[in-house]
């Protein structure tokens, strides 16, 4: 049977070469046979070698010789393999390609294998010797299906001349479809041959192509959320701790505690990775999640442990490893920002509040895409708006770092003691206790006042006057965070407060107000009223203290020299009267500080008390 098909298709083929455009009637069978023969392999070379024997000039013919002469030369490509290798029978893939030989032996079985991808029908194709009815049809089968067959032309084998195989398979499975709506007898050959056009096998692939994006499409739908802080824009992290190494320098060997601030979703938490990477083992971060604070719903019991924890890190004990603590929260409340600048006065750490400078940091849309809570715009505007109350602090200043502070304190101490045992002072002794004879002891008639800092602008959380302007200065908002040295060059102590004098730098007094001095009727210098407050006595506010340096000031402006009263060790020591004492220190005190700001409590409302009714009197018997 092979060798009188195979003359057969020859015969065929070398009268087509002749004669393009003529056909024989015997040639169909050959050709509705070999695409099956082919498939069976999971194999489509209708493609490639129908394009080394047809012209591309064929097409404009008719339909039906064109597709009958194609499949003819198809079939003439293809049976030629097993011709000229008859031992294909003993290859793996032969026999896919003789299926007479498989029909006779185990005509079942070998199919089904086959027809997971190819149906069972298919050995009957080389039985079926009238195919002239079938090529009829062909002109019904519109070519508007190329595309569809398209898919098989993938899996094909490469051919020198694959360039122009993908038109002619195409048009080659076309009669082929046509076959199983005009001739039931060849149904199930027709099926066979359209099924194996490899359609199936796109399909069956397609669903997992399909599904590969879909989890990539979840995949990149859930990064958002696994990525809470992406990398903020450039100069969200315009900070002085993490720009100015004289800053970094000074704070790796200051114990310092940083509060960041912030919405959620806002850049806190990579704004803290980049404090830790900068301060590497001299940094720790504490933050709200690991103590399950959720600051939408906050919880005593969390914040409790979360400060718990920040104590802790704050202790003496360790200080050695723990020299920049880093708060991660949102601190959004003025109750937190107070609390925690409490826990870093007892501990005597400076407290630096960042907020973070995101371009999102209050767009409370962007920030409910942004955050991984997944809260809603309600709750965001709920926390947004006392965060924007506390925006400006009590007051900004210069806070001397930890490690000069108890310098300062005992230099100052030592002042008091000296001072009180003078003869000179006690001649006006009268001016602290009102009384000539009573004796009084500076160390005790002064009370500590908290943390040693010199106070630039108070701003009573924005309500001062100018508070807002101040601190939209380009320089308060650069130079925030930043590490200077302070120069203090004078003591002095009148029966209200005990002080430094703060002689200030030129780029220092660009943090300084402009209107600073004006509580003053002379007309002082700017920076003459920069001081610490080193102690009130009982009932007086540490303000003051500014007041009684300037009166001094404005002393020596108006020519008073003072009374000269005695060379100390520090300096020398000048009376200005009613209890103003004024040391001039023979070397500076240089003063490690940062520039930074401050929180207080808010202040309780007095309860309003009830008019008290007027009790009626009672009566008495006589």
């Keep these: 049977m092979d060798t009188e098909k195979s003359s057969e298709v020859s015969d065929t083929v070398m009268e087509k070469e002749a004669a393009l455009k003529e056909a024989t009637p015997e040639n169909p069978p050959a050709a509705e046979e070999e695409p099956s023969q082919s498939t069976v392999n999971g ?94 049809p062909v002109d019904s089968q519109p070519p508007s299906q190329e595309d569809a067959e398209k898919g098989p032309e993938t899996t094909m084998e490469p051919k020198t001349e694959a360039a122009a195989a993908p038109k002619e398979a195409e048009v080659v499975a076309e009669p082929e479809e046509a076959k199983a709506a005009a001739e039931p007898k060849e149904a199930g050959e027709a099926t066979g041959t359209v099924l194996v056009t490899e359609p199936a096998t796109v399909k069956v692939e397609e669903p997992k192509a399909n599904e590969k994006p879909e989890d990539k499409g979840a995949e990149a739908a859930a990064e958002p959320e696994q990525k809470e802080d992406p990398t903020p824009a450039s100069g969200s992290l315009s900070f002085a701790l993490l720009e100015q190494q004289q800053t970094k ?58 400060d718990d924890a920040v104590v802790a890190r ?10 920049l603590i880093v708060v991660d929260d949102t601190n959004h409340t003025q109750d937190r920002l107070a609390r925690l600048g409490e826990i870093a006065e007892q501990n005597h750490l400076v407290a630096i509040f960042l907020q973070t400078q995101t371009q999102w940091s209050r767009d409370v849309p962007e920030l409910s895409k942004k955050s991984k809570r997944g809260l809603q715009e309600a709750q965001l505007e709920a926390m947004k708006a006392p965060l924007e109350e506390v925006d400006l602090p009590l007051f900004f200043g210069w806070f001397l770092l930890s490690s000069v502070q108890e310098k300062v304190r005992c230099t100052s101490m030592d002042f008091l003691k000296t001072l009180d045992t003078l003869e000179a002072f006690k001649k006006h002794l009268v001016d602290f206790t009102g009384k000539a004879e009573n004796e009084v002891d500076l160390e005790q008639y002064f009370k ?25 200065n380009p320089a308060v908002r650069a130079l925030y965070g930043s590490a200077f040295e302070l120069s203090l060059t004078a003591l002095f ?59 001094i000031l404005a002393l020596q402006q108006d020519g008073q020299q003072g009374e000269p009263a005695e060379e100390m060790e520090l300096g020398s020591l000048t009376y200005y009267g009613e209890g103003r004492w004024l040391l001039n220190l023979r070397e500076p005190i240089g003063a490690p500080a940062c520039f930074s700001s401050f929180y207080g409590r808010k202040e309780s409302e007095p309860a309003k008390k009830e008019p008290e009714k007027k009790k009626k009197p009672k009566c008495a018997i006589l």
């Design 249 to 306: 320098d000074a704070l790796r060997i200051s114990r310092t505690l940083v509060v960041l601030r912030g919405l959620p979703g806002s850049g806190k938490s990579f704004l803290a990775r980049a404090i830790g990477d900068a301060y590497q083992d001299h940094c720790c971060v504490i933050s709200a999640d690991d103590h399950g604070i959720k600051p939408e719903s906050p919880s005593a019991d969390g914040y409790k442990a979360l």
């Design 493 to 551: 102590v009148t029966p209200r407060t005990v002080g430094a004098r703060v002689s200030l730098t030129d780029e220092q007094l660009k943090l300084w107000p402009a209107d600073a001095e004006q509580s003053s009727a002379a007309s002082l210098p700017p920076g003459s009223r920069a001081h610490i407050t080193l102690g009130c006595a009982e009932g007086v506010e540490p303000v003051q203290t500014g007041v009684d340096l300037l009166e």
């Design 43 to 136: 194999l489509n070379s209708d493609g490639p070698e129908t394009g080394n024997v047809t012209p591309p000039e064929e097409k404009p013919e008719a339909k039906g010789d064109d597709s009958s002469a194609k499949e003819a030369h198809e079939s003439s490509e293809k049976i030629s393999d097993p011709v000229e290798t008859p031992e294909n029978t003993k290859q793996p893939p032969v026999p896919e390609n003789e299926p007479e030989p498989l029909a006779k032996s185990n005509p079942e079985p070998e199919p089904e294998k086959s027809a997971e991808s190819v149906p069972e029908a298919e050995p009957r194709e080389q039985t079926s010797p009238e195919p002239a009815a079938v090529q009829q």
């Design 314 to 323: 704050c202790s003496d004990a360790a200080a050695s490893t723990s020299v």
């Design 448 to 472: 500590p006042t908290g943390a040693l800092h010199c106070t630039t602008k108070f701003c009573n959380y924005g309500k001062a006057e100018g508070a807002k302007e101040y601190a939209e």
